[in-house]
């Protein structure tokens, strides 16, 4: 008989431990999905995870898909860490694509050197703006930030089918809801010659390092982590639970809507009725595997952003549909969820009465 023994302390070594045997576990039964689909398992995986990145253009591609999954989920690691359930990282990113796209299209034949950091600004400001309506609605009226967020999320994507069917079409376009091409002025620096790997990436990196020392070196990280795991503990010493809502949810959406202008001045070059491929969702994945700690979050950004190319890959080369991508998705974050109950309990097998 096989059951669940409660340990004694929980178990430092499944704590990093049940990431990694998630992704093994995910591995195996993805080989034997691809088996009973009737393709090779190990062509198959070979295809989903080696050869996308087989090259120095898949090895951009990897990183700039990792780029908005990166931002997105050291925001949301925040918030987690102290309670506060952020689920609308891709409303938020939506809206910041919105706000710096607008001055894009605005002021398209601009020229000024002054264009990409207004629209940063502009970005950060839409995101954060979007995430404050939960973070008013949680301390204000005790609404639940779990719903307020992840409902705000089909308002900003219906704004901005609206926009781009409206106010801000392509006049040229022929009518297909798309905004004009963004000037020369608006679109971000290139890191490499010949692929899409944008300026965007190097900020991302330079955000989880100041994730990793707003966190471990600095008094509001410290709140944060109180509030999150003994909120009686805080509030006797005088830490605000107030105060923790309004910073994680304005810099869980400041880094999304930085993630949504990324996009919009990077790979997709204007505003279209669709953004992201939810990497506002998916980052929450990206925040759990990670461990919500900065470093963790960029090598689990990585993985799933691989998972990105491999759907495309395998989509291409075995005519499977491209929704294979959130399967793997979907098994990596269901093993996480199972092999996180070994981190307070141990299996325990019994043999006739005997327990090992």
Not at 98 to 109: E, L, N
Not at 222 to 250: C, D, E, N, R
Not at 294 to 308: F, H, R, T
Request: aromatic letters at 10%; a neutral charge; one cysteine or more.
């Amino acid at each position: 008989m096989i059951r669940l023994e409660p340990r004694l302390a929980p178990s430092r070594t499944m704590v990093y431990g049940a990431p990694l045997l998630a992704v093994v576990l995910t591995l195996i039964t993805g080989a034997a999905l691809f088996s009973a689909l009737g393709y090779n398992p190990l062509q198959s995986l070979y295809l989903f995870f080696i050869q996308p990145i087989s090259d120095s253009y898949g090895i951009t591609e990897l990183l700039l898909k990792a780029t908005p999954l990166t931002l997105c989920a050291v925001g949301l690691a925040v918030g987690f860490r102290g309670n506060v359930w952020n689920i609308g990282a891709e409303g938020q990113l939506t809206m910041g694509a919105i706000t710096a796209g607008a001055i894009a299209v605005t002021w398209h034949d601009s020229t000024s050197s002054l264009m990409i950091p207004i629209m940063i600004v502009a970005g950060l400001a839409g995101g954060m703006a979007w995430a404050a309506i939960p973070a008013l609605l949680k301390t204000r009226f005790h609404a639940n930030e779990i719903l307020t967020s992840l409902m705000l999320t089909y308002v900003a994507t219906f704004f901005l089918g609206y926009l781009v069917n409206g106010p801000l079409r392509d006049p040229e376009g022929f009518n297909f809801p798309e905004s004009r091409m963004f000037g020369d002025a608006a679109l971000l620096p290139m890191l490499v010659e010949e692929s899409r790997l944008h300026i965007g990436a190097l900020i991302a990196l330079f955000v989880v390092i100041l994730g990793w020392v707003m966190m471990a070196r600095t008094l509001i990280g410290f709140q944060v982590k109180v509030v999150g795991l003994t909120p009686l503990a805080a509030h006797y010493a005088g830490f605000s639970p107030k105060k923790v809502v309004w910073m994680s949810l304005l810099l869980g959406g400041a880094l999304a809507g930085l993630a949504g202008m990324f996009e919009v001045a990077g790979p997709i070059g204007q505003l279209q009725p669709v953004i992201s491929p939810g990497y506002g969702f998916t980052a929450i994945i990206v925040a759990f595997l990670g461990r919500l700690h900065p470093i963790g979050i960029l090598l689990a950004a990585l993985l799933v952003a691989l998972s990105y190319l491999g759907g495309e890959t395998v989509q291409m080369e075995l005519s499977l549909p491209l929704a294979v991508t959130g399967v793997f998705q979907g098994m990596l974050l269901f093993f996480l969820l199972a092999c996180d109950v070994l981190i307070n309990y141990r299996l325990s097998i019994g043999f006739k009465g005997k327990t090992a």
